[in-house]
Each structure stands twice: as structure tokens, then as C-alpha cells.
């Protein structure tokens, strides 16, 4: 079960999440226990009205499961609209009625006579319904004039103003509106772990991927970020990604690539690390460091997590490996402090582990097709070092990602839905 954030977490009403690997969906089932409608933000009213609806439910054989009976269903479905509507707020709108509403009321319409609405609305005896049946009549029957449509919303929201919870809404919900947008801007556009829509109350989950170049992190990433975020929210930390503070050395390192005659595979042996590597891999260090600390503050806070890539403390100097730990024995007792801290985040790293391990394995050949500008022999050993290397976590699957797209992202979604 899930929870809506701050005022979206209503009193009688619990979330439930789906994720349909097969169709690469997550659904979201609203269950209510009791009929709170009412505004975004504020569901302002409690409707007394369940007994009503269930002993009046119909079965449905095609789904075999009880519905609301339909005539009913089109009385409560205008009934959401008045409270969720003011005459202001039609005005406001040019007098136009939200398509949704348009479009769910002529499904059912089509589905029922004059009669049956006539029975169903005489039944509400909480809205008066013999004295709102005219009002219905002429609102069906002028298709959702103008005039029509404020008598209803009026008398609807007159006899319901008795199950009215909440007062003095307006001001209050421009600030939550407010509340929420600036968490939006925190979470969409500056990549901070705040939550604004739903949240697993028992705590986050976090998912990473990891591969070698060519393997499709990447794809994979923003398939799972697109389709989850729907819902639920996410938090997308992309661990490989440069920082400011490594912006020039990086213009420095292309520099001194295009000097190379021939590219070399990454060296583990440190040993005789210039000043401008050993700055290097501090920066890096402090990167993973926040990195992760971001990441458990967003766990820490029920959102779910994706990382693209993943800190590992078996290799080192290559695939998010420590840089410094050949200075664990060195005579410089600085040298020997800075390797016990980079050594500290790295093993911080094993601690914080993630609840799913997706490791994208895929051969050489076909990952130097995707990725041509790559050296061949650096891909060869990072495909070695991912198939081999055991990051510590609470589950791990494998995925041929030689595959197709379509087939892999098939069987990561089959493997997620359980953590759903």
C-alpha cells in the first residue's frame, strides 16, 4: 500500500500500485471506504451514501466482479463535479465542462434511459432527489447548457453543504497548490529528493543498473524512470555523471587523449599518481559521497530510486572502482589518511545497498557495435569485471542485454513487478 504526500493523503482513502510487466504500465487503485469528494487537496465532503451504493451494486459477469449500478454511478459522477466545481470556478473556465466529466457522463448515458436515471436520482434522498430530478432532466436534455449546468452545480452543492468537513479552502489550497509546485521544481528540475506525489510509507526502494558501455543503462533507465513516475515518485541519480568541480580536468583529459598515438586500457596499478589524479580521484570521492547520500535520503523518504551504475569496491581504478587504496601502504601518513576515507565512502556504499542489482551483460562485439567510438579492449575488460564483481544487495538478476530492446526491458519489468 502506498501514501499520498502531505494534503493528498485523504482519511478513508488507501493507494494501492500495480506494475503490469507485461504491458510495461503501473495502474493505481483508489480504494475508498467511505465517499469523500470535494476538491484537489481538500475532499470537503463526507456523503453518507455507501449502504445506498452497495445494496444497489449489479454483478458484472464479463469481469465477475459487483459495480455500482450505472444510472447511480452518472448521479454521483455529476454530483463529483458540483463539489469539485464552483459557479466561480465554472466562470472562470468560459462555462466549459472538463472533458473527462463529458466524456464518462455520454459512456454512461448511452448506457441508460430516461427512466433509470429518473429512479436512480428519486433513490438520493440526501440530495432530495424528487426535487433534483427536473434539475437532471433539463441538464441531460438541453446537453449540458450553460444555464443548466449552474442550477444543477448550485442545488447539488446547497442540499450537500450539511456534509460539508472543511471551510475557508481557498486560501489554503493556493498555498498547498503552491507547496507542491516548488517541490516539483526541487524534484524535475534540480534532481532533489523531494517527494510530492505518493510515497511507499515503508520506506523507498532502490534499483540499480549496471553494465558495461553499450549495454543500455541509459535506455533502461529512463524506460523505468518514464513508466514508474507515473505514479509513484522518483528519484534518478546518475552515479558516472561529471560534477562542476570535474569540468576542467575533464577538457584536460580530452587533451591529453587526442595526444595519444593509440588508447590504453585504464591501469589499476596507482602507484605513480600525479598530483592531478590524486585531485582527481578526491573529486570523485566526494561525488559518490553526496551521491549516495542523496540517494538514502530519498529511500529515507519512501520514493523509489533508480542509479545508473553503482560504487564497487572490488576493482580498482576502473567501473566505479576506488582510485587511491594503492596509497594504503604508503609511507606519506597524508596518503595514507586520504585512502582511508575514499576507502570509508566505498564502504559506505556496501551498507547503503540497493534492494535490486540489474547487471546488463552483453558481449564485446555487440557493445563496440553500439558504441564504435569506444576502445575495444577497454569494453572487453569492463564486460569481465561486471559479469564477475558481487555488489552487495538485497537481490540481484541477470539480463542478456544482446538481446533486443523490447526483450530486455521484458524481463526487467517481469523481475520489478514483485518489488511492486
Known amino acids: 500500500m502506498y501514501q499520498s504526500v502531505g494534503k493528498q493523503n485523504y482519511i478513508s482513502i488507501s493507494d494501492y500500485i500495480y506494475l503490469d510487466a507485461a504491458f510495461q504500465k503501473i495502474m493505481h487503485v483508489y ?23 452497495f445494496e444497489n451494486s449489479t454483478f458484472d459477469s464479463s469481469n465477475t466482479v459487483k459495480i455500482m449500478d450505472p444510472a447511480q454511478e452518472l448521479i454521483i459522477l455529476w454530483m463529483r463535479y458540483a463539489l469539485k466545481t464552483s459557479i466561480l470556478k465554472f466562470t472562470l473556465k468560459r462555462f466549459k465542462i472538463s ?5 464518462e457522463s455520454e459512456w454512461l448515458e448511452d ?40 442550477e444543477l452545480v448550485y442545488s447539488i452543492r446547497r442540499n450537500l453543504k450539511r456534509y460539508k468537513t472543511e471551510y475557508f479552502t481557498g486560501v489554503r489550497y493556493l498555498f498547498v497548490k503552491f507547496n507542491m509546485f516548488f517541490k516539483y521544481i526541487l524534484q524535475n528540475k534540480l534532481n532533489k529528493p523531494v517527494p510530492y506525489r505518493r510515497i511507499n510509507p515503508s520506506g523507498g526502494t532502490i534499483i540499480a543498473i549496471i553494465g558495461s558501455d553499450g549495454s543500455g543503462k541509459s535506455t533502461v533507465v529512463h524506460s523505468l524512470k518514464k513508466t514508474i513516475e507515473r505514479q509513484l515518485d522518483v528519484y534518478v541519480e546518475y552515479l558516472g555523471k561529471s560534477s562542476l568541480l570535474r569540468a576542467p580536468m575533464q577538457v584536460i583529459k580530452k587533451l591529453k587523449k587526442r595526444n595519444k598515438k593509440t588508447n590504453k586500457v585504464v591501469s589499476s596499478n596507482l602507484s605513480r599518481f ?8 578526491i573529486i570523485v570521492a566526494l561525488e559518490k559521497k553526496n551521491k549516495l547520500r542523496r540517494i538514502w535520503k530519498a529511500k529515507a523518504r519512501g520514493m523509489v530510486v533508480i542509479c545508473d551504475r553503482y560504487p564497487q569496491a572490488e576493482v580498482l581504478g576502473i567501473n566505479d572502482g576506488p582510485l587511491l587504496l594503492s596509497w594504503d601502504d604508503s609511507d606519506s601518513k597524508l596518503k595514507r589518511k586520504i585512502a582511508g576515507w575514499e576507502k570509508d565512502i566505498y564502504e559506505q556504499a556496501k551498507i547503503l545497498k540497493p534492494d535490486l542489482m540489474v547487471k546488463l551483460l552483453i558481449s564485446p562485439e555487440i557493445a563496440i557495435k ?8 577497454n569494453i572487453k575488460q569492463k564486460v569481465k569485471i561486471i559479469e564477475r564483481i558481487k555488489i552487495p544487495t538485497n537481490n540481484t538478476i ?6 533486443s530492446l523490447e526483450k530486455v526491458l521484458n524481463d526487467i519489468y517481469f523481475k520489478l513487478s514483485s518489488l511492486f
Open 274 to 281: 600525479s598530483t592531478i589524479k590524486a585531485v582527481w580521484a
Open 398 to 403: 541477470k539480463i542478456d542485454a544482446s538481446n
Open 370 to 377: 553500439r558504441k564504435p567510438e569506444e576502445n575495444l579492449d
Open 99 to 103: 472533458k473527462d466529466f463529458l466524456r
Open 111 to 150: 448506457k441508460l434511459c430516461s427512466q433509470q436515471i429518473a429512479e436512480a436520482t428519486k433513490g438520493f434522498d440526501l440530495i432530495e432527489g424528487k426535487k433534483m430530478l427536473p434539475l437532471y432532466n433539463n441538464f441531460f436534455n438541453t446537453n449540458k447548457g450553460v444555464k443548466e449546468t449552474i
Open 31 to 53: 480504494l475508498h471506504n467511505y465517499l469523500m469528494i470535494g476538491r484537489k487537496f481538500f475532499k470537503e465532503y463526507l456523503i453518507p451514501i455507501e449502504k445506498n451504493l
